[in-house]
């Protein structure tokens, strides 16, 4: 397929799949907030400039020219104004008990959790290509401890101290732990389908640069498996899991980069997620599926961070509404927001611009 195709059916799925997820979570607003009475003004798939509209029931439903994500306006829900609408009204947001705004403000969170539920377990049932539990020695440094110890590419790795290990993630978390101390580690080994005697060695704690503490690199085996709908669902939550903790732990791991000098991990903006959608889809739909739950669970998580601006911030405040059973000052809350919203914005062209440093091998 020629490169310009390619690109075009990328972008083409990149904005799709982005409106959707998004979609779905203003649609989770939109949902309870008519169930809970409250007044919604408008549903709008994209960002102004304003392309049509219909108005049904006192919504307008609208189609916009950015056609990026989507959003929900409620009546009294004015995150960003200092003259706020709709006091008094009875259907208003701010009329309604914390409690139901808070229900109202979580349920984009939850209904990104749902979709990624559904479309993981999708992608498990129908037959996709995923790990299965293997975790293989992908490459051996030389001098490394690995080597010294005798341990050879294509070694799979079943425990470590008598912890079965089913992914990399397993092992490298382990070593990590050992690392910090320079404490002794015990591999039990399988070698061309037959097991080895158990393999010792001492992590470093100040590996070369490129290297891990055992100077090993690992890869988690992949095989195509499709399995009962029970099954996938436990595998979707359990690959949901995964993903929430690999991004609790980010900060961490930021900082900890940060200390020691090192690039830390990678973090992608819209420009390395379009990269990676265009490498997946051409993997198949249950591939691309996976990628749609994994982004899904991503926004899930992040918004519900407390962070002004985002669900979580305003959910923070509502909270606090109704443990000290008075609303903050609305303009303050409404500065608070401009200013936590204009950082997010600030981080976005942060993250893009280390997105095309990387595209363009900078």
């Excluded at 020695?137 to 425990?159: F, H, L, M, T």
């Excluded at 303009?331 to 993250?351: D, N, P, S, T, Y």
Aim: proline share 7%; net charge neutral; glycine share 10%.
């Amino acid at each position: 397929m020629p490169a310009i195709l390619s690109d075009v059916r990328t972008l083409v799925l990149f904005v799709v799949t982005f409106t959707a997820i998004i979609a779905v979570h203003e649609f989770g607003h939109y949902l309870t907030a008519r169930m809970l009475g409250m007044r919604v003004l408008e549903f709008a798939f994209g960002f102004p400039p304003k392309v049509f509209s219909v108005v049904h029931g006192g919504i307008a439903y609208s189609i916009n020219a950015i056609p990026f994500g989507g959003f929900v306006r409620i009546l009294g829900q004015d995150d960003f104004s200092i003259h706020q609408e709709g006091e008094g009204d009875p259907r208003a947001f701010t009329s309604k008990p914390w409690w139901a705004q808070a229900i109202v403000l979580a349920a984009g969170v939850t209904m990104n959790l749902i979709l990624a539920l559904v479309v993981l377990t999708i992608a498990f049932a129908s037959g996709t290509t995923a790990p299965n539990g293997d975790v293989r020695v992908d490459q051996v440094a030389a001098g490394s401890p690995a080597e010294k110890a005798g341990i050879q590419v294509n070694d799979i790795v079943r425990s470590i101290d008598g912890k079965a290990v089913t992914s990399s993630r397993d092992l490298v978390n382990a070593v990590r732990t050992k690392a910090r101390t320079e404490t002794e580690v015990t591999l039990h080994i399988e070698r061309n389908g037959r097991p080895v005697p158990d393999v010792k060695a001492v992590p470093r704690a100040d590996p070369p640069e490129g290297e891990g503490p055992l100077g090993i690199r690992l890869e988690d085996v992949q095989a195509p498996v499709a399995v009962p709908i029970p099954q996938a669902f436990g595998q979707a939550a359990a690959l949901a899991r995964d993903v929430v903790g690999q991004i609790a732990e980010l900060p961490g791991q930021l900082l900890a980069s940060r200390r020691a000098g090192s690039d830390g991990p990678a973090v992608s903006g819209p420009i390395g997620i379009f990269q990676v959608t265009g490498q997946v889809a051409q993997y198949g739909i249950p591939t691309f599926l996976k990628l749609v739950g994994v982004l899904s669970v991503n926004l899930a998580v992040l918004n519900i961070v407390p962070f002004p601006g985002l669900d979580g911030g305003r959910l923070f405040f509502v909270l606090v509404a109704g443990i000290f059973r008075k609303r903050l000052s609305p303009q303050l809350e409404a500065m608070v927001h401009a200013v936590g919203f204009a950082l997010l914005l600030l981080l976005l062209v942060v993250v893009s611009i280390s997105d095309i440093r990387r595209v363009a091998g900078g």
